[in-house]
């Protein structure tokens, strides 16, 4: 019950962090407190272009959080059309759209990842191709899963046999159960997006330049690592924090 309440008291807190500095912090540089360490007057000392730390973390949380969960909502809906579209779909095209499924499925979503951004470079598209890859074929497999068993249940036999077309069917009968199985994933996904989004974005192929996100400023970290390690400090707890309260399922419900 504590962790529960825990998890949530720190996902309340960051988010209105968070906005706070996306709408009233200035964002302003002070280049000679550049690579300050922290104080009482600022908990997360400074970075390198002088900024204040806890100012520019709440933002790029805020930027990474919101770009995740958009992901996640494409991501859910497409999985839902395209896992429900192959298990509706006739003998021979289902056969060739699960075969195409698994060989993504049998590829690193890194590794696509990575192709793509030696083709178009780094940025947001980069990003979103990234996140969809990495999301949307396995959980695309499990919608598709979930649709074959409920087309069996004595229900939507039933409806059939009472001649309830196709879309009738899968407005009142697999939408809904999709849904609360999707619903369910819900905070894995998340996580999986943010993760991403940290991940790209410290190999340089995710956010754009001049764009600060969880996994630039974790870059950025890495570059002063000795001589200013609360910039990798200040940056990976909130991230690992926000990620395992996330990851608290309870706490979620």
């Known amino acids: ?65 919101g770009f995740a969960a958009g992901s996640v909502l494409v991501s859910l809906v497409v999985a839902i059309l395209a896992g429900a579209g192959t298990a509706l779909a006739p003998a021979p095209a289902r056969f060739v759209l699960l075969r195409a499924l698994e060989a993504l499925l049998a590829f690193p979503s890194l590794l696509f990842a990575l192709g793509w951004a030696a083709l178009r470079g780094p940025g947001w598209g980069t990003l979103v191709f990234s996140l969809l890859i990495g999301t949307l074929p396995s959980l695309t497999r499990l919608v598709f899963a979930r649709t074959r068993e409920l087309l069996a249940e004595d229900y939507v036999l039933a409806a059939r046999s009472y001649g309830a077309s196709t879309p009738l069917i899968l407005r009142r009968h697999l939408a809904p159960a999709l849904w609360s199985l ?14 991403a989004e940290a991940t790209l974005s410290f190999l340089g192929i995710g956010a754009p330049l001049g764009r600060d996100s969880w996994g630039s400023l974790l870059a950025q970290g890495k570059d002063y690592l000795f001589e200013s390690p609360h910039i990798a400090l200040s940056t990976g707890i909130p991230l690992v924090l926000t990620v395992l309260s996330l990851q608290n399922h309870k706490g979620l419900r």
């Open 1 to 65: 019950m504590a962790l529960r309440y825990s998890a949530q008291a720190w996902l309340a807190t960051w988010l209105v962090g968070g906005l706070w500095a996306a709408l009233v912090a200035d964002g302003s540089h002070a280049l000679p407190l550049a690579l300050a360490k922290p104080s009482l007057a600022h908990p997360f000392g400074f970075d390198a272009f002088g900024r204040d730390l806890l100012e520019t973390v709440l933002r790029a949380s805020l930027l990474s959080s």
């Open 182 to 195: 999707c619903r369910v994933k819900l905070p894995n996904l998340f996580v999986y997006a943010l993760m």
